[in-house]
């Protein structure tokens, strides 16, 4: 779980982690612990949707009135955070609507920002994605698909971006998750709890040391955050300036038909995270092998193609295939 | 105000860099210089770059407007309506246009179109045919013509729409899929450099876009003066009626997309070319029959049910006894395999509805008036005291009053005159009840594969609508819940394939378990609750000592009088049928169908074969 987290932070656009897995096992934990690592960026100062400072395509319906009017927008540094959106949330306060308040003491109309505006260029994260409701999950398709969040309702027109690292979790025995859904999820993992009874001690003992004197429990991990910040900014670095090879674009479509996935999103994690995953790795160049350790995470949730077809990744029968294959 | 129109310039990916599609591509070209082609819909799986194609329509053709429909518009904000500010500062009424003035001379692009609230399609494509858009709301009328073109993409999977709006777009097309390797990786190696640097991709294909833009321009002109030669217009008509196409919308986009096709070719004449590629942008959603698309898929597709019965033997799993002494007779215990699934036909259909029980109203899965929060699609004056407030129409109402209003300690005058309340729609669930029958009789010449192969059929079905199911098997002594009503169809998939088969058949039984558990409080009272019974009848468990089927029809008719819709599926075959599960239906006030009726295919065969002997 913390490897599919990390790739993430490295390579944003790979789109994400559904977390798969029992009640209890530290999957919020882990999401909320990764706000710790996560970069700082740049953004429009004083912008309430977090425009991206550098990206002038993608800039709120107010940032693209000033640099219409010839202002300069100035630049800020704010840390990336994580975002959580609630399953009861309400249409509205998703997209977000015209701010009541506003409208009655002054009588003109001013967007409210929902948790979307919130979410831009941050991770929003969704407890139980799979109990959300269906018109909140049309949102954030739609949010996802275009990274731009539009709203037209009560007299209001307004866009701003909603670039977001989504984050779920979910328990699949309480329900399934909409296909299109799965499909927008980057990566997936599936998480157990501890089987090992000493590992297990060792959770409790952790927990219970951070509960009764979290201060110093941070101190203690100080050292290695910082040394793991420092790991993956190197790690960024690398990513950026490493370039797609043909050998890996070659393994993942392979992979892709082999395994009869539809849509390019597969193609496309799974290039994205094998380079990310090497970059992590300290490597410059990305290999087959990297693929192949990716395609663990980029490919389960991608294998049905019907709603009812047995949807089990067979790794090892997987890894014979890319032998024979690429060996040669 | 700045509106949604797209105006990522810079991140637009080159249109003829996308590879392949191009049937898609001349769908969009044929819209894009034609102003009578105004509806194009677009279907394919997820991430297949629908989006991605239409929106990069701009980048040849600059002076496009596109502008995104998101799934949360408000009608007020589609359609238009009063005009608040002026209200507020002039007291008086006035009209103010919504986005489908805004978009006159435009392109609407509404991405996952099936989701949207139906009420707003059917609007859109209203104004779109119609040209003009006449609003009566909030007290204000306005009515303004406009012209634009409207692009829907949906993927199929997530549900269907309907018919009726399917006509009114003039061409459908499928997004291909491409499968060969060399395409596959180029579409990754483009979209990757498009993502690092767009403008690389853009200068990459500098050229060609210049090109298109010029050849699309040049169409543009050479469009009113293409010619259709007179005998064309027959060969059309011809066409569409062997293809049973009905109304003359389909001639209608043939002609017209015949022309743009042979303006985009650079010809002045329709010829039998483009005849033949129009037909395939614009017949295709129009067939009413399906036979003749499923005749070249081979004998894999067709009549599942009869081949599986024969062929199947070492297919099957045996399972292991499961508890010694537990074989009452009725043969040994079997777990059969899943039939072939198909397509199911709307048997829930409203008019097979009781209409008599009151509650349950509105079609399965129609949005109903509900108090329990939904999506809050319009508003009303309320007819007694306003609880639920919808303060943005309520202010809306009041916008006009407030210059003769004004006083000075409020900002707001609102008068019990404004309310208005929000009228809130939420998608009716369904909750599915399977109550199979697993006894001996139903494994008799393998039936039973038949029989697993239907109900993953409705499940496929009940998965689409995201009804819970629920699935309770009667055979031996008892009948067994296997799975509570869920909304996972994996799991019941998953347990349904376990499900044993063998013993005898306590129909009424099952009957009286189904019932109480549909009536208990595991399932949400406002669901529409529909219990499926798939079985053949021959009752053989009497409740005590008397008569098992007449214990049935007892219990049938005891269960008749509470809130739940029945549909019994007859899986008795052979002759001389046995009206048992029909007699049951009537009882159950129920609704009945043969397995075989179940499967849409066979059924329009069928009907085919009634109509024309």
């Given at each position: 779980m913390k490897d599919v987290l990390l790739l993430n932070v490295v390579n944003p656009s790979i789109g994400g982690v559904l977390i798969r897995g029992e009640k209890g096992t530290a999957k919020s934990t882990a999401v909320r612990a990764l706000a710790e690592l996560l970069p700082a960026r740049e953004v429009v100062k004083g912008c309430p949707f977090h425009c991206s400072w550098n990206d002038n395509d993608r800039l709120c319906s107010n940032c693209q009135d000033a640099l219409a009017d010839g202002q300069v927008l100035d630049k800020e540094t704010i840390p990336m955070r994580v975002v959580e959106l609630p399953l009861c949330a309400t249409e509205d306060r998703v997209a977000g609507t015209l701010d009541i308040s506003h409208a009655i003491s002054t009588g003109t109309k001013k967007f409210e920002p929902g948790i979307l505006a919130e979410a831009n260029g941050n991770i929003l994260y969704v407890d139980e994605v799979n109990l959300l409701d269906d018109h909140i999950v049309d949102l954030l398709l739609d949010a996802a698909a275009m990274g731009m969040n539009f709203v037209e309702r009560e007299g209001v027109s307004f866009s701003h971006p909603a670039n977001f690292i989504l984050i779920g979790t979910m328990n699949p025995e309480e329900g399934d998750l909409r296909p299109q859904l799965l499909d927008r999820f980057g990566l997936v993992v599936d998480v157990q709890g501890e089987r090992d009874p000493v590992n297990r001690v060792d959770v409790i003992k952790r927990r219970i040391d951070f509960e009764s004197r979290p201060d110093e429990f941070l101190k203690m991990y100080d050292e290695s955050q910082n040394q793991f910040r420092i790991t993956l900014v190197e790690a960024r670095g690398r990513m950026r300036n490493s370039e797609v090879n043909s050998d890996i674009l070659e393994a993942a479509v392979e992979i892709s038909l082999h395994l009869g996935v539809d849509g390019h999103r597969a193609d496309l994690t799974l290039v994205k995270a094998a380079m990310a995953w090497a970059a992590l790795n300290g490597k410059e160049k990305a290999s087959t092998e990297d693929v192949l350790k990716v395609a663990r995470m980029a490919l389960p949730h991608r294998m049905r193609r019907q709603p009812f077809e047995e949807s089990k990744l067979d790794i090892r029968e997987l890894d014979q295939w890319l032998q024979e294959r690429f060996s040669s | 105000m700045v509106t949604g129109t797209i105006q990522l310039l810079r991140s637009i990916y080159p249109f003829p860099a996308v590879v392949g599609q191009d049937r898609v591509k001349r769908a969009l070209l044929c819209a894009a210089i034609s102003d009578e082609l105004r509806g194009v819909l677009i279907t394919g799986p997820a991430g297949t770059a629908k989006s991605t194609v239409v929106r990069s329509l701009r980048s040849v053709v600059p002076s496009l407007r596109i502008k995104n429909l998101p799934l949360n518009v408000s009608e007020d904000r589609l359609i238009g309506g009063i005009d608040v500010d002026h209200a507020i500062k002039y007291g008086e009424k006035r009209f103010q246009p919504g986005i489908l003035k805004e978009i006159d001379g435009g392109l609407l692009y509404m991405d996952e179109i099936n989701l949207f609230d139906d009420r707003i399609t059917q609007r859109v494509l209203d104004v779109m045919e119609g040209g003009e858009n006449r609003v009566e709301r909030e007290g204000v009328s306005g009515l303004h013509a406009t012209s634009f073109a409207l692009v829907g993409t949906m993927d199929p999977a997530e549900g269907a729409i309907s018919s009726h709006l399917l006509d009114r777009f003039d061409i459908c097309v499928e997004m291909d899929h491409l499968l060969d390797r060399d395409s596959r990786m180029e579409v990754l190696r483009r979209r990757l450099i498009h993502e690092a640097d767009p403008q690389g991709l853009a200068l990459s294909h500098g050229n060609q876009m210049a090109e298109m833009i010029e050849d699309i321009k040049e169409a543009r002109e050479r469009l009113p003066l293409v010619l259709v030669p007179d005998g064309m217009y027959e060969t059309v008509s011809r066409l569409t009626m062997e293809l049973g196409v009905e109304g003359h919308r389909g001639d209608l986009a043939m002609i017209r997309t015949s022309k743009a096709l042979a303006a985009l070719d650079r010809r002045d004449q329709v010829c039998l070319d483009d005849l033949h590629e129009a037909a395939s942008l614009c017949l295709q959603h129009r067939r009413r029959d399906p036979d003749n698309e499923k005749?070249?898929?081979?004998?894999?597709?067709?009549?599942?049910n009869e081949r599986d019965i024969p062929e199947q033997t070492d297919d099957s799993e045996w399972e292991p006894p499961s508890a010694p002494g537990e074989d009452c007779g009725g043969g040994s215990e079997e777990v059969f395999s899943i039939g072939d699934p198909f397509v199911v036909i709307d048997y829930l259909k409203p008019s097979e509805r009781r209409m008599d029980l009151g509650k349950r109203r509105g079609k399965r899965g129609s949005t109903g008036e509900s108090a329990h929060p939904g999506r809050c699609t319009t508003f009303r004056i309320p007819s007694r005291e306003v609880t639920d407030i919808a303060l943005v129409p309520t202010l809306r109402a009041a916008a006009p009053y407030q210059i003769q209003r004004r006083?000075?300690?409020?900002?707001i005058v609102l008068e019990s005159s404004d309310f208005r309340e929000k009228v809130r729609v939420s998608k009716n669930g369904t909750t599915l009840l399977f109550l199979v029958d697993a006894s001996g009789s139903m494994g008799a010449r393998r039936r039973m594969v038949a029989v697993k192969g239907a109900i993953l059929s409705l499940l496929k079905d009940a998965y689409q609508k995201r009804d819970a199911v629920g699935l309770m098997a009667f055979r031996k002594d008892s009948a067994e819940l296997?799975?509570?009503?869920?909304?996972?169809v994996d799991l019941a998939y998953s347990r349904l394939r376990e499900m044993p088969t063998g013993g005898r058949t306590p129909l009424a039984m099952g009957l009286s378990k189904a019932a109480s558990l549909l009536s208990s409080d595991k399932v949400s009272k406002d669901d529409d609750l529909v219990m499926v019974i798939v079985s053949?009848?021959?009752?053989?468990?009497?409740?005590?000592?008397?008569?098992a089927f007449a214990d049935a029809m007892v219990m049938a008719e005891r269960l008749s009088s509470l809130p739940i819709r029945f549909v019994v599926v007859d899986t008795g075959s052979g002759y001389p049928r046995i009206d048992r599960a029909q007699r049951l239906s009537k009882a159950l006030g129920g609704t009945y169908f043969r397995?075989?009726?179940?499967?849409s295919e066979r059924l329009a065969r069928s009907i085919k074969m009634a109509v024309h002997g």
């Open positions: - | 005749e070249d898929t081979g004998p894999s597709d067709s009549s599942p006083r000075p300690d409020m900002a296997m799975l509570p009503p869920t909304k996972s053949d009848g021959k009752a053989n468990v009497p409740l005590d000592d008397g008569d397995l075989d009726d179940l499967n």
